[in-house]
T-cell receptor, first 117, second 119 residues
């Protein structure tokens, strides 16, 4: 069974600083990997996803993530954080079964990002 | 494109009553719908997967008679929490997977979620 670990429950950074959120996954085959952001009381917004190809994935809002198979990681990065980036971030892995069955996602525990002015 | 509308966004009900949550795909055909539950300060847990016209497949530990899922059309799925109790209070989120008619692209989109409070 797949699993996702986000080691950092809470991260605090200053506005303008760089950011890296860690994600490690466990899955027997090539995974579909996702990063989502959730504001309090809201649904999920997709930041980026990796299915195959280039292991460095660009997403919305200036985020990027790098798939490293050897480390089973898919860390999210942003070079300069904005106050509006404060939210909770979820890494997820989906089964690689074609069609939309990859939508059966397993989520990590989430990382809460606080941004100081 | 690829918008999923979920409502109600918030619902409060008395213990023992049933509550229905709707999830609609607005501009694409949702061949598969997924229902998740998120308890406060916790992650999302998949409850069930439904394909249009078929019975839902429930994850281990999820009571299918308590959480009734219907996916009667390619644009609508409903989750009914039957005989709700305070421990069912949670944030329920749907996601829809399908194909956008105009582009043929496969998409997976989440609804905004429904917060259920059972008194």
């Amino acid at each position: 069974a797949q699993s996702v670990t986000q080691p950092d429950i809470h991260i605090t950074v200053s506005e303008g600083a760089s950011l890296e959120l860690r994600c490690n996954y466990s899955y027997g085959a090539t995974p579909y990997l996702f990063w989502y952001v959730q504001s309090p009381g809201q649904g999920l917004q997709l930041l980026l996803k990796y299915f195959s190809g280039d292991t460095l994935v660009q997403g919305i809002k200036g985020f990027e993530a790098e798939f490293k198979r050897s480390q089973s990681s898919f860390n999210l990065r942003k070079p300069s954080v904005h106050w509006s980036d404060a939210a909770e971030y979820f890494c997820a892995v989906g089964r690689n079964a074609g069609g939309t069955s990859y939508g059966k996602l397993t989520f990590g525990q989430g990382t809460i990002l606080t941004v100081h002015p | 494109g690829a918008v999923v509308s979920q409502h109600p966004s918030r619902v409060i009900c008395k213990s023992g009553t049933s509550v229905k949550i709707e999830c609609r795909s607005l501009d694409f055909q949702a061949t598969t719908m997924f229902w998740y539950r998120q308890f406060p300060k916790q992650s999302l847990m998949l409850m069930a997967t439904s394909n249009e016209g078929s019975k839902a497949t429930y994850e281990q530990g999820v009571e299918k008679d308590k959480f009734l899922i219907n996916h009667a059309s390619l644009t609508l799925s409903t989750l009914t929490v039957t005989s709700a109790h305070p421990e069912d209070s949670s944030f329920y989120i749907c996601s829809a997977g399908g194909t956008v008619k105009s582009s043929g692209a496969n998409v997976l989109t989440f609804g905004a979620g429904s917060r259920l409070t059972v008194l």
